[in-house]
């Protein structure tokens, strides 16, 4: 019997309603073993629990009587944060996307569209590869010191040197907190967005998805927004207009088995600084990592 969701991310409302419970903006997933049991409590239950909040609160008191836990699922997203949540699905953990709520109290996914077309967008990759989507993969190019990040299906960022593993899958804090609108207390490490433009990373943004046939997609990306830094560096890497992304799509079966990010690699352009990069994701190979010199 399986009792599966997500928590809130701003610590200050888990501490108000739960931290063993599925909030249900985000969804809640019951098995039908545990709904047959479920539903034979339920009416006496929900007088039980009256007092509480919502009924997803009701829904997990009744369960601890039936004594099954929560099972945390990192897909479920309550979005119980204020501002731009750009941070959050550019560094998505390794796992499913199934749910986003309070898509009206963040900014637009996509920064160029409005809310609907912004889901809209998002959903396009979506319909092509549901398992991909904002599945988070990083590479390097060594010969010009890139550290490329890719949440497929979203953005691209370009950083013009070496980032650790570490440092590309931590969260940036492009949001604030539910309630208080506070920088801290989230249930992830989150990591600033620095104010020197010359640590920020040139971003682009998902343009448009294809079938690329063979059982391929590609994924084209833009440059959003502008970067103030001077440095030569970031001369070069401001060239970069678009990322192209080939990948195969994503076989289900793998969620079966314990998770692991996907690898990449740049494919062209070793020598200066081309207006397209191309990059590959793909299975990562035996014994891989990705770890900077």
């Known amino acids: 019997m399986y009792y599966i969701g997500g928590n809130s991310e701003s610590v200050e409302q888990d501490e108000i309603h739960s931290y063993t419970m599925a909030y249900g903006g985000g969804g809640i997933a019951i098995s039908y073993p545990l709904a047959a049991e479920l539903v034979k409590i339920l009416d006496g239950c929900i007088d039980r629990y009256d007092k509480l909040y919502g009924s997803d609160q009701k829904i997990q008191g009744c369960l601890s009587e039936i004594g099954v836990p929560l099972t945390k699922e990192l897909g479920f997203h309550q979005l119980d944060i204020r501002g731009n949540p750009y941070g959050l699905l550019a560094a998505h953990p390794v796992t499913p996307l199934v749910s986003l709520h309070h898509l009206d109290y963040v900014e637009s996914i996509f920064p160029n569209l409005n809310p609907i077309d912004s889901v809209k967008k998002l959903v396009s990759g979506y319909k092509v590869d549901p398992g991909r989507?904002?599945?988070?993969?990083?590479?390097?190019?060594?010969?010009?010191?890139?550290?490329?990040?890719?949440?497929?299906?979203?953005?691209?960022?370009?950083?013009?040197?070496?980032?650790?593993?570490?440092?590309?899958?931590?969260?940036?804090?492009?949001?604030?907190?539910?309630?208080?609108?506070?920088?801290?207390?989230?249930?992830?490490?989150?990591?600033?967005?620095?104010?020197?433009?010359?640590?920020?990373?040139?971003?682009?943004?998902?343009?448009?998805?294809?079938?690329?046939?063979?059982?391929?997609?590609?994924?084209?990306?833009?440059?959003?927004?502008?970067?103030?830094?001077?440095?030569?560096?970031?001369?070069?890497?401001?060239?970069?207009?678009?990322?192209?992304?080939?990948?195969?799509?994503?076989?289900?079966?793998?969620?079966?088995?314990?998770?692991?990010?996907?690898?990449?690699?740049?494919?062209?352009?070793?020598?200066?600084?081309?207006?397209?990069?191309?990059?590959?994701?793909?299975?990562?190979?035996?014994?891989?990592?990705?770890?900077?010199?």
């Open 133 to 293: 989507t904002v599945q988070h993969s990083f590479c390097y190019d060594l010969r010009r010191n890139w550290s490329v990040s890719v949440s497929w299906g979203y953005t691209v960022q370009l950083y013009p040197f070496l980032v650790t593993a570490k440092k590309l899958e931590t969260t940036l804090q492009t949001f604030w907190t539910w309630k208080n609108w506070d920088t801290r207390l989230f249930t992830f490490n989150t990591q600033p967005v620095s104010s020197d433009p010359c640590e920020r990373s040139v971003v682009y943004m998902l343009d448009r998805v294809e079938n690329g046939g063979g059982g391929e997609t590609l994924t084209t990306y833009k440059r959003y927004g502008e970067n103030d830094c001077i440095r030569s560096d970031y001369t070069h890497a401001l060239e970069v207009e678009v990322f192209n992304v080939s990948a195969p799509k994503f076989n289900p079966d793998l969620w079966n088995k314990a998770p692991r990010r996907q690898c990449c690699e740049i494919i062209n352009g070793t020598e200066g600084a081309d207006r397209v990069v191309q990059v590959q994701i793909r299975s990562c190979n035996g014994f891989e990592s990705v770890t900077p010199p």
